[in-house]
């Protein structure tokens, strides 16, 4: 069945390092992607998306290329701050049945 | 494993009726429950924070008179839409967080409003 595997956490990187946190999905057709981001006590906000092959998403500094080669959709930011500390979901969505599939998700801590 | 459920699975009903999904941590205590909207071929969106015995938290934009939620015990959490409209199908989702890192999704409820 469809699925989203996305790296497990928790990552912890110094302020200003480069952001790398990987998704991979499998589907039998074409999924709109989404990268959630859930703050300490707060619910998932969402942060950016693509719908379709080659789309970037862009949000906060934070991007995803949708590869329909690779079936990925890795979160990448260029320089981290203490402030991006969450934790990140991968998610897909197919539109044959509406259902939302998430990752586990990678919790994320950026030390000053 | 921690289990969320909600109740009922999926709901019609007529305009202008009031609807009541339950949200309930199974095997967990949960201080905190949050109440999302799925739009049809869209994201999920946060509608509000459920918090147990206080006043629910609302985005913005959510009308709280429309969409009430009551957090009366540590492992229920209630959400009525009241006077359904077309407008207001969806497929609403919970989730509630055992501790302070543990996350778990609700299955969902689909309403449908004729």
């Known amino acids: 069945g469809d699925s989203v595997t996305q790296m497990e956490g928790p990552v912890t990187l110094s302020e200003e390092a480069f952001l790398t946190i990987n998704c991979t999905y499998t589907a039998t057709g074409y999924p709109s992607l989404f990268w959630y981001v859930q703050y300490p006590g707060e619910g998932l906000q969402l942060l950016l998306k693509a719908t379709k092959a080659d789309d970037k998403g862009s949000n906060k500094g934070f991007e995803a290329t949708y590869r329909k080669e690779t079936t990925s959709f890795h979160l990448e930011k260029g320089s981290v701050q203490v402030s991006d500390s969450a934790v990140y979901f991968c998610a897909s969505l197919m539109n044959r049945d509406d259902k939302i599939i998430f990752g586990k998700g990678t919790r994320l801590h950026i030390l000053p | 494993g921690a289990v969320v459920s909600q109740h009922p699975s999926w709901v019609i009903c007529k305009s202008g009726t009031s609807v009541k999904i339950e949200c309930r941590s199974l095997?967990?205590?949960?201080?905190?429950m949050f109440w999302y909207r799925q739009f049809p071929k869209q994201s999920l969106m946060l509608m509000a924070t459920s918090n147990e015995g206080s006043k629910a938290t609302y985005e913005q934009g959510v009308e709280k008179d429309k969409f009430l939620i009551n957090h009366a015990s540590l492992t229920l959490s209630t959400l009525t839409v009241t006077s359904a409209h077309p407008e207001d199908s969806s497929f609403y989702i919970c989730?509630?967080?055992?501790?302070?890192?543990?996350?778990?999704f609700g299955p969902g409820t689909r309403l449908t409003v004729l």
């Open positions: 095997d967990f205590q949960a201080t905190t």
């Open positions: 989730s509630a967080f055992r501790g302070s890192n543990e996350q778990f």
